[in-house]
């Protein structure tokens, strides 16, 4: 079964740190770019970052960059989502998200993981 | 950066009618190279994450019953479900995948009326 299951969130203060790991299983993960998005408590989705195959390449948000920093392991299915400088408008569930490959006709973002909450509040 | 602008914000259709919902990019997101609209639908229901309904505009993803339907070019696109069942019932969002900035739309929430 293709999937991919999110970690690592919970509660931080603001100006700290939490790092979100997504395993994938089922698939080629070293053939797919892959995202993080967002969702704030009742809004909607906002892209955070993107990675691409072999890592060489990302690309972040404006709201983000130069605090969050994304990262892959294809030796262990993994993707990373290291984050510092927390704020309170961070506070959201974080998803990762499968996005294109060569080898798949989608080009969107096809399998989602279940998201892992993070919340920045002192 | 491309602004998704949906319409309307929230929906309410009977049982078996046909319920409409538009996108409009501020920019256009169909790549002439290929012809292909970097469009695509989403459907979430509470407590879960989105799931991919369609892409490039009009192609339906694998297993999306075929009530579900997209269409349009350019700037303007619309989801269409033919007959809604009960089990439709959520927030949709279209998103461009035209400009690493993969913009969302602000979601149109559609309920049973």
């Known amino acids: 079964e293709v999937q991919l299951v999110e970690s690592g969130g919970g509660l931080v203060q603001p100006g700290g740190s939490l790092r979100l790991s997504c395993a994938a299983s089922?698939?080629?993960?070293?053939?797919?770019?892959m995202h993080w998005v967002r969702q704030a408590p009742g809004k909607g989705l906002v892209w955070v970052s993107r990675i691409n195959t072999d890592g060489s390449t990302t690309t972040y948000a404006d709201s983000v960059k130069g605090r969050f920093t994304i990262s892959r392991d294809n030796a262990k299915n993994t993707l990373y989502l290291q984050m510092n400088s927390l704020r309170a408008e961070d506070t959201a569930v974080y998803y990762c998200?499968?996005?294109?490959?060569?080898?798949?006709?989608?080009?969107?973002?096809?399998?989602w993981g279940q998201g892992t909450m993070v919340t920045v509040s002192s | 950066d491309i602004v998704m602008t949906q319409s309307p914000d929230s929906l309410a259709v009977s049982l078996g009618e046909r319920a409409t919902i538009n996108c409009k990019s501020s920019q256009s997101v169909l790549y002439s190279s290929n012809n292909k609209n970097y469009l695509a639908w989403y459907q979430q229901k509470p407590g879960q994450p989105p799931k991919l309904l369609i892409y490039w505009a009009s192609t339906r993803e694998s297993g999306v019953p075929d009530r579900f339907s997209g269409s349009g070019s350019g700037t303007d696109f619309t989801l269409t479900i033919s007959s809604l069942q009960a089990e439709d019932v959520a927030v949709y969002y279209c998103q461009q995948y035209y400009t690493p900035s993969y913009t969302f739309g602000q979601g149109t929430k559609l309920e049973i009326k």
């Open positions: 998200a499968r996005g294109y490959s060569s080898s798949s006709p989608v080009g969107a973002f096809d399998i």
């Open positions: 089922g698939f080629t993960f070293s053939n797919y770019w």
